[in-house]
């Protein structure tokens, strides 16, 4: 039996996946509303298709506690926020159930870490823990690689890494994680495991960096960044990404910090790339006020954010460029300005409301901040407003950044 650890947006997606291919699985979460909503058939997020799947692993009876199981293997999808001071990660979440694991496992089980963690923590955080218990249970790593939007794709296609100490361990796991996965299961030990995922998302985390720093640049200079991308990336060797508002999710924002925190003096352009994607939301605010003051804008309450979530078509909020920018604004002692999303169904921010229509019709100014199949879609409804697009995902004229 597997028990998955965390039912939020990795863990969940992850146990109904292993539950429909063949494998007996209990999920765990302590949050009792998450579970009573299972319990009874509600999904707790938005994911394309993620309803079928869920249906489908009800039928080969996956079950939903909020107590930890005896089984074979453990696998702990939590939290790993960052501490916003030293920059390092906070491993309270993973100690906690590893800690609550042991309790109730057996001497030959295996506690797999898919939560995102920077090199070292299970030999520095989690062996101390299991030695101390005295259980001879088998730790690794097996870093979840999906994405919200297609987390059922990616889940099944992209390729995974498991971080074991021995190779028997590692070969049980490939076998687990080969019944859902199509995509190379790559086996390797737990440090470079765990150094192989921050690193992808640091990656991803400077490449954005660069064009955000290349929007800045050729605003300050008169020129349209989007033609000088174009441009470059005529050259069969250079993919310069598109610039945005900033970066979002519980990944590429926030993975890097890792390695800024653990090896400081050491991770320069890391850092440097963590500061210029954190800075797009504020600098978003300077180029509304410079069209507002362009335009003889004047009332601010007539200004509105297109977009609450950090990227296209999902609801997930985690470190979302709006929220970023609402917060800078609050530092500022300044106003909050209108906010609507048609993904975020409740209300989680000041002056937010729930209609296309509504949004439109208390705005003259609006700041595309995501990109949404409905904004694409009715851009129509727009013609009349003043448009600042963020994501230039929209047809025709507007400001960029």
Known sequence: ???????????????????????????????????????????????KGLNELFSRAVE???????????????????????????KKVDTGYIEAAVHSVLKVCREDSVIVVESTISPGVIDKNIRPIVNEAGKAVKL????ERIIPGAMLYELEHNSRTIGADDRETGEKLKEIYGSFCKGEIVLTDIRSAEMSKVV?????????????????????????????????NKHPRVNILSPGPGVGGHCISVDPWFLVGDYPGLANIILAARKINDSMPEFVLERIREIMELRGINDISRVG??????????????????????????????????????????????????SLDEFLEKTDFVVIMVGHNEIIEYSDKLKDKIVLDTRRCLPGDAYHL
């Open 1 to 47: 039996m597997i028990n998955v650890i965390g039912l939020g947006y990795i863990g969940l997606p992850t146990a109904l996946m292993l539950a429909v291919s063949g494998n007996t699985v209990v999920g765990t979460d302590k949050n009792e509303n998450v579970v009573n909503s299972l319990k009874n058939n509600r999904l707790t997020f938005q994911e």
């Open 140 to 143: 690794a790593h097996a870093p």
């Open 200 to 232: 992808e998302n640091t990656f991803r985390d400077i490449n954005i960096a660069f064009a955000n720093e290349l929007a800045k640049i050729c605003r300050s200079d008169d020129l349209d960044v989007y033609e000088i991308i174009r441009i470059a």
């Open 60 to 86: 080969n009876g996956i079950q939903f506690t909020e107590e930890y199981m005896e089984a074979d293997v453990y696998i702990i999808s939590v939290p790993t926020p960052y501490d916003k001071v030293s």
């Open 305 to 354: 954010l297109y977009g609450i979530t950090y990227k296209e078509n999902v609801d997930d909020v985690r470190e979302s460029p709006t929220l970023q920018l609402l917060e800078c604004m609050k530092k500022h002692l300044a106003s909050p300005l209108l906010c609507y999303d048609p993904m975020v169904k409740e209300s989680i921010v000041e002056r937010q409301v729930f």
